[in-house]
């Protein structure tokens, strides 16, 4: 048997390179050296108590929120999971009613599960070029507002994972019209409001929590995350006694330094850092204007009137739809054959994340191994020719359960190919990114049974069917359990 320590060792000597998460991107020159084991402790004297923070930990939260100018900042060692469940516990009472947007993460989902809540579901524009999802708009929220004047809280994903976000400030002041709280998944923005080559961040728009995954897009380990509060329309109370509920009572010192060491460098040394990173992303992205067949995502150059969204150019997404590769063959190619570890792939597109611990050496090899690929490849057709009509985005589904009323019916294992008309019982879903293509308590349609055989026609992997091979799914039966 293999041992997990020893496995990773082995892999850190093979030298890819990591263009997904955790930010720290293993640059010890960067971090510094940290032996675990010496500072892995548990609350003893001296070291306050994350659960009660009135000394260490209380002045480094503090610090955490001047630095994004926040009224309250939490350290979250149960990454920003935990975050998103503490904010949906913190707005609601069980059975209420909230506005959704539907390309959240699970976690979102299961907020709403154990809160037994009524979602109502905000689907993000599409964009019809490319295949992803883009932003959701003010329009979008106050139209369902003004409809359902019972929502009690909204609930928005920005930046997306592929790096679009919305105009929060503007869906803020709608928010807020009504009286109820906005509640913002930053968890890839953490980086955001540092550098003027990238948008403000959701604390300085407006939004009343916001949830920040440290660990994805700055130097911090894996699932160190920050939740900010603010504004008078979240019970703070309620706030702290969730977030005791859903984090453990053995916080990791290791984790918490992890978080500390990555705001203090922030701080200290964040403008020459980001700088010197802007202007790798800036060579980088006029490297790419170049690429012929693959397609680097640039939506500041799109000829578009009226850009409603702003985009997160630590995102790096690069399109195959005008060449003949798939998503997963470009994938395949940067990791077996020029050592790029990439975070995500869809049907057309790879996604690499970026950070200021990233190398110029990582840049290079990044570029290097695309012009390679491009010039290997020839083109499919003009832009205008490419259709996007079998690219995955989510459809508008209709809702027929709470997901809460769907998990505890008794639901039974059918056929994914007979299952048109049924209601989900169990959510599936693409990791990463982790949004559900459909939750429990939606109703099945052949669009959504077409699009989870051709992911896996295209050699992604779908995740949380009980199967585990996506060939039968559960579904909602008649009879209530008991
Ligand atoms: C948009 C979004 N929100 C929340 C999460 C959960 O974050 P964490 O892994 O820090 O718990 C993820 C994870 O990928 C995500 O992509």
Partial sequence: MEYLYDKLKKYKEQEIYPMHMPGHKRNLELMGKMDPYS??????????????????LKEQMEEAAKLYGSMHTHYLINGSTSGLLVAIAACTKKGDTVLVARNCHKAVYHGIFLQELVPIYLYPNVD????????????????????????KMVLLTSPTYEGVVSDIAAIADVVH???????????????????????????????????????????????????????????????????????????SYVLMA??????RLVREQGMSLFDRYVERLTWFYQQCEKLE????????????????????????????????????????????????????????????????????????????????????????????????????????????RTPYEAYNLKRESISLDQSVGRVAGEQIYLYPPGIPLIVPGEQITEEVITTIQEYQAAGLQIKGMQDGKAKTILVVGEEKNG
């Fill in 39 to 56: 500072i892995d402790i548990t609350e003893i004297d001296g070291f306050d108590n994350l659960h009660d923070a009135q000394e260490i």
């Fill in 128 to 151: 019809e070029k490319y295949g992803i999802q883009r932003e959701i708009t003010p329009e979008q929220v106050k139209e369902q507002l003004e409809k359902n004047p019972e929502i």
């Fill in 177 to 251: 019209a009504y009286h109820i709280p906005l509640v913002v998944d930053e968890a890839h923005g953490a980086h955001l409001g540092f550098h003027s080559a990238f948008p403000n961040n959701s604390v300085a728009c407006g939004a009343d929590l916001v949830i920040h995954s440290v660990h994805k897009t700055l130097p911090a380990f894996t699932q160190t995350a920050l939740l900010h509060s603010n504004g008078e329309l979240v019970d703070y109370d309620k706030v702290k006694m969730y977030l005791q509920i859903f984090q453990t009572s053995s916080p």
């Fill in 258 to 263: 992890g978080i500390s060491n990555c705001l």
């Fill in 293 to 400: 067949a693959l397609q680097v995502y640039m939506p500041w150059k799109e000829q578009r009137t009226n850009q409603p969204y702003a985009f997160d150019p630590s995102k790096i997404v690069i399109f195959t739809q005008y060449s003949e590769l798939t998503g997963v063959e470009l994938y395949d190619l940067l990791l077996h054959k020029y050592q790029i570890q990439c975070e995500m792939v869809s049907k057309n597109y790879v996604l690499a994340m970026t950070s200021i611990a990233d190398t110029e050496e990582g840049f290079h090899r990044l570029v290097k191994a695309l012009f390679a690929i491009d010039e290997s490849l020839t083109k499919k057709g003009s832009r205008s020719e490419i259709n996007t009509d079998s690219l995955f985005y989510v459809t508008n589904l209709m809702l027929v």
